[in-house]
């Protein structure tokens, strides 16, 4: 069985500074996802990353990927209030196919100014 | 990028009644749909998979009499909920994928059961 986990599920910071969230799954995979979600609403696509060293970069967000660690990161820089947001990995089960995705439980992110 | 919609956003009904929700990929042909169900301050968990012109695929534990998943065509996925009791109250959000590796998210549908 996949499990997914994140941490820090919840993490407040302060506008400007660095921060990382991990995410480590249990099985092998092919594909990472890394969502965002805000209150009431439903997920925005942040990254999909696919190989082992991918890394992407949006913005003050970059997520890598670390398939023999089977571990994903999302690095912010420089805060600012609107990241605030809760943030998911999601992993789907190797083999490429048409698997659902599996879920971390979420790290809620708080920038205050 | 795609867009995939859900219909309604939002629905109150009784308990006991059957509440349908529907979810569309716009701009793609989505050959597998996915439901998903998101309890307050949870994260989201797959109910099932649906391939078009085939029976949907259920995760343990979901009850499919009770989460009937119908995948008519290549844009339209349907979920009804029967018999809805206040346990089943809850945001769920359908996710369309294509032919790539990116699964697209509705925009959800709440549920509240009276």
């Known amino acids: 069985e996949l499990k997914v986990e994140q941490n820090p599920l919840f993490l407040s910071m302060q506008e400007g500074k660095n921060y990382t969230i991990y995410c480590n799954y249990s099985?092998?995979?092919?594909?990472l996802y890394w969502y965002r979600q805000d209150p009431g609403k439903s997920l925005e696509s942040l990254f999909v990353l696919l190989s082992n060293g991918a890394v992407k970069q949006e913005g003050r967000l970059m997520a890598s990927l670390d398939t023999k660690a089977r571990l994903s990161t999302l690095h912010i820089t420089a805060a600012v209030h609107d990241l605030s947001a809760t943030y998911f990995c999601?992993?789907?089960?190797?083999?490429?196919?048409?698997?659902?995705?599996?879920f971390g439980k979420g790290t809620h992110l708080i920038i205050q100014p | 990028g795609a867009v995939v919609s859900q219909h309604p956003s939002w629905v109150i009904c009784k308990s006991g009644t059957s509440v349908k929700i529907e979810c569309r990929s716009l701009d793609f042909q989505a050959t597998t749909m996915f439901w998903y169900r998101q309890f307050p301050k949870q994260s989201l968990m797959l109910m099932a998979t649906s391939n078009e012109g085939s029976k949907a695929t259920y995760e343990q534990g979901v009850e499919k009499d009770k989460f009937l998943i119908n995948h008519a065509s290549l844009t339209l996925s349907t979920l009804t909920v029967t018999s809805a009791h206040p346990e089943d109250s809850s945001f769920y959000i359908c996710?369309?994928?294509?032919?790539?590796?990116?699964?697209?998210f509705g925009p959800g549908t709440r549920l509240t059961v009276l």
């Open positions: 999601a992993v789907g089960a190797s083999g490429g196919g048409a698997d659902g995705l599996t």
């Open positions: 099985t092998t995979s092919d594909r």
């Open positions: 996710s369309a994928r294509g032919s790539g590796v990116m699964a697209y």
